[in-house]
């Protein structure tokens, strides 16, 4: 059974006091994102890292826009889609439903054009534009990224832990807000193209500048809304990104790769967690050949890993023997971290 000590070939293989030390030294990062390849641990860092700050006394919220819910395992917890939950003392996890948040927005809308065109009813064309928008295969993305928008803009919490989703998706919501800067550009130009409709509206309510100012106004709402949450995404002071990798060749070039264009969006890099260390003391052991010669592949690339970040690496994670689920493991693995 592989045990949660450290390997000893290098004493900064443990890690923890530096990861701890990023937090004590940077009290304004606000802000913290765990991102990296599916099944490397974002969602076990998370959570030990929102109980850690719980435990300082901090108020934490620790949410994810994981649809396969890895929150509820982990804590074994049903949070689904009910907003924040309350976990322990100071510490608070919410897992986005994006079908439930389409499905407001859609409410939103129709609620918007009867109260604008004084209609009792949405007109039946723009009905099935509305049913059809929940089958755009943007929708989802969009709508996951609406509700990080309206959780960071609260300030209700001391700390947002943010399990971020596999890199590649991670990417398209870090570039959503040129997206949405962009869609809501052209939204505003096709207002100009409504003109026609735009008059039937004003003779039966005789108020066309009004209406035409609330449109535009909703437009330049949103605008703002998501400029706002990307400057503090991409805010140095107050956000930080920790990558975590194991040392495995195939998922440090992925990752060196997804670093590259994590700075194109200027998201701010905290460093990186190694998880997955198997001691090197089990060599010593009576052990099968397979386990031997994944140490030595470790070693390698464990070495790979200190000669190209260096003090970027935060932090070292060693194997352990089952899966983290339930506030023991995750004060577990909390220790682990922060010492």
């Known amino acids: 059974m592989v ?5 000893r070939d290098n004493a900064s293989l443990t890690g923890s006091t530096q990861l701890a030390a990023t937090f004590r030294d940077h009290p304004e990062r606000q802000y913290v994102m765990f991102g990296g390849k599916g099944g490397l641990g974002k969602t076990t860092f998370s959570a030990a890292t929102a109980w850690w700050l719980a435990q300082q006394g901090k108020k934490v919220l620790v949410f994810s826009v994981d ?24 510490l608070w996890a919410q897992e986005i439903d994006a079908d439930r948040h389409i499905k407001e927005y859609q409410d939103e809308v129709r609620q918007k054009i009867r109260d604008m065109y004084g209609l009792d009813e949405v007109p039946s064309e723009i009905e099935d534009y509305i049913q059809a928008t929940s089958a755009e295969p943007a929708m989802e993305e969009s709508a996951i990224f609406d509700s990080v928008v309206d959780i960071v803009n609260q300030s209700d919490y001391d700390y947002y832990i943010y399990d971020l989703v596999p890199l590649g998706h991670a990417l398209y919501y870090l570039s959503m807000a040129k997206v949405y ?16 409709y735009e008059e039937v509206a004003a003779r039966m309510k005789r108020q066309k500048e009004v209406d035409e100012d609330q449109i535009l106004g909703e437009l330049q709402y949103i605008r703002n809304r998501i400029n706002s949450a990307s400057r503090i995404l991409t805010d140095r002071t107050k956000t930080a990104f920790f990558f975590v990798v194991i040392p495995e060749q195939m998922i440090l070039i992925d990752t060196k790769k997804a670093a590259e264009l994590f700075a194109r969006f200027d998201v701010p890099i905290g460093g990186y ?11 010593e052991q009576q052990i099968p050949a397979y386990l031997r010669n994944r140490i030595t592949m470790q070693k390698g690339e464990l070495e790979q890993i200190r000669q190209t970040l260096g003090d970027q690496v935060v932090g070292y994670v060693p194997e352990l023997e089952r899966d983290v689920t339930g506030l023991p493991m995750i004060e577990r693995v909390a220790h682990l971290l922060y010492g």
């Open 273 to 283: 967690i190694v998880n997955r260390v198997i001691p090197e003391e089990l060599g």
């Open 3 to 7: 045990t949660e000590r450290a390997p």
């Open 67 to 90: 649809p396969q819910a890895s929150l509820s395992d982990i804590f074994q917890q049903d949070i689904f889609g009910k907003g924040p939950v309350r976990i322990t003392d100071n």
């Open 181 to 196: 800067d962009e869609w809501i550009g052209k939204i505003t130009e096709l207002r100009e193209q409504m003109r026609e």
